[in-house]
Every structure is written in structure tokens, then in C-alpha cells.
């Protein structure tokens, strides 16, 4: 039963061009949502999270739209740079405090061609 | 200064044996947690500890047993291993209800033989 779905496997962008990155998910108990960013031979490290009540999370190139009634989530990067590219986890928790267990989506490879 | 650490980083070894996976967090931490990433690329939890205690225990075989002996450490025991427990076991600690201050080590790529 794979509640977080990441659709794309892979994703080439130019550099200097928006990166758009999807997620969906099908428990709507989940209330907390998150994109992890993953190198090769490395753990997933924490790039922005988004809470139910809201629907968009900027942090500087990265921002992440919410859409909870398609149960949609996506993180848009612009402008691209070659070091973005990495594999990108989309995650979701339920029941926060007292229960930080995340959902993971299988990942979606994102390649910036220079 | 690595804050989540995991050894051994590579853990080639035969069915039936018994090997241990170490986790170390010096964050500060209260929350440390074992995922497991197969070989279609899911990421799954198996376990979470809170300062020492057993928070969430996923659908595991028996013969996967974590122990914490402090809350910086959280240790991870395979016994009787089988080819289908080939994968990467990540470790991961948080501060209580931060999801933020998620963070992951490196990763152990086990491979049963």
C-alpha cells in the first residue's frame, strides 16, 4: 500500500530553468509534509516541509505547493543549478507530536543539464 | 564532526549469520529511528526510539532487534540472516515532534550472499 507516490522517476532540467517535482499521496490523515534531498552514498538531508493548514513554503529557490483536496504536493526550484541535482524524497506524517514516523514517495531523480 | 553516524558503511555477509548495525547521534536528540531502503527504493520505517523507550514498531520479522543503551545510540541487531534483507538501513534521529531537525546518516548497504 504505497500512500505517497512519486510518479516520475526521473526529471532532466536545464540549468537556469524551473524544476518541478510531484507528489501524491492518498491517506488524508496526513498533516505534515516534507521534500528531502538525497546524494549518492548519502543519507536524505531535510530541504523544506509544509504544514496542512497552508498551501505554499518558500525558502529561497524552493518552494513547495500544497494542494490537499487533489491530496497534490509539489516542489518547484528556480532558477535550476548543477548542484541540485540529486534524488528528491517526497515525505508525509501523520499525528504529529508523539508520532514522527514518515511516509516516503520512491524518489524522483533530477538531473540539471549545464 | 559527523552528528548522525552509522558503522559499518558496507556489510557483505552469508545467510544465516548474525551481524549488528551501529548508530551514534551526538544532536542532542530524543528521537533516533531505523528505515529501511530496498531495492525498489522504498524508504520504510522499522523502528523508533524515544530516550531509550520503544515508540513505533513496524511490521519486522522477529529476527531484527534494536537496541538503545542511552539515547544517543541506537544499535540494530539481525539475526539468522536471509537474501531478502539485502538492502540500505538508515539511521535517523529528531527532537521530539520536529520534523525539521530530521536528520539521517549516511547509510549501511547491506548484502546477503
Known amino acids: 500500500d504505497q500512500q505517497v507516490k512519486q510518479n516520475s522517476p526521473s526529471l532532466s532540467v536545464q540549468e537556469g530553468r524551473i524544476s518541478i517535482l510531484n507528489c501524491d499521496y492518498t491517506?488524508?490523515?496526513?498533516?505534515?509534509f516534507l521534500w528531502y534531498k538525497k546524494y549518492p552514498a548519502e543519507g536524505p538531508t531535510f530541504l523544506i516541509s509544509?504544514?496542512?493548514?497552508?498551501d505554499k513554503n518558500e525558502d529561497g529557490r524552493f518552494t513547495v505547493f500544497l494542494n490537499k483536496s487533489a491530496k497534490h504536493l509539489s516542489l518547484h526550484i528556480v532558477p535550476s543549478q548543477p548542484g541540485d541535482s540529486a534524488v528528491y524524497f517526497c515525505?508525509?506524517?501523520?499525528?504529529?507530536?508523539?508520532?514522527?514516523?514518515?511516509?516516503f514517495g520512491t524518489g524522483t531523480r533530477l538531473t540539471i543539464i549545464p | 564532526d559527523t552528528a548522525v553516524s552509522q558503522t559499518p558503511k558496507y556489510l557483505v555477509t552469508q545467510m544465516g549469520n548474525d551481524k549488528s548495525i551501529k548508530c551514534e547521534q551526538n544532536?542532542?536528540?530524543?528521537?533516533m529511528y531505523w528505515y529501511k531502503q530496498d531495492s525498489k527504493k522504498f524508504l520504510k520505517i522499522m523502528f523508533s526510539?524515544?530516550?531509550?523507550?520503544?515508540?513505533i514498531n513496524e511490521t519486522v520479522p522477529n529476527r531484527f532487534s534494536p537496541k538503545s543503551p542511552d539515547k544517543a545510540h541506537l544499535n540494530l541487531h539481525i539475526n539468522s540472516l536471509e537474501l531478502g534483507d539485502s538492502a540500505v538501513y538508515f539511521c535517523?534521529?529528531?527532537?521530539?515532534?520536529?520534523?525539521?531537525?530530521?536528520?539521517f546518516g549516511s547509510g549501511t548497504r547491506l548484502t546477503v550472499v
Open positions: 535517523a534521529s529528531s527532537p521530539r515532534g520536529q520534523f525539521y531537525g530530521y536528520t
Open positions: 491517506n488524508s490523515m496526513f498533516d505534515y
Open positions: 509544509i504544514s496542512s493548514i497552508k
Open positions: 515525505a508525509a506524517s501523520a499525528d504529529g507530536f508523539g508520532n514522527e514516523k514518515l511516509t
Open positions: 544532536l542532542g536528540h530524543d528521537t
Open positions: 526510539y524515544n530516550n531509550k523507550e520503544l515508540i
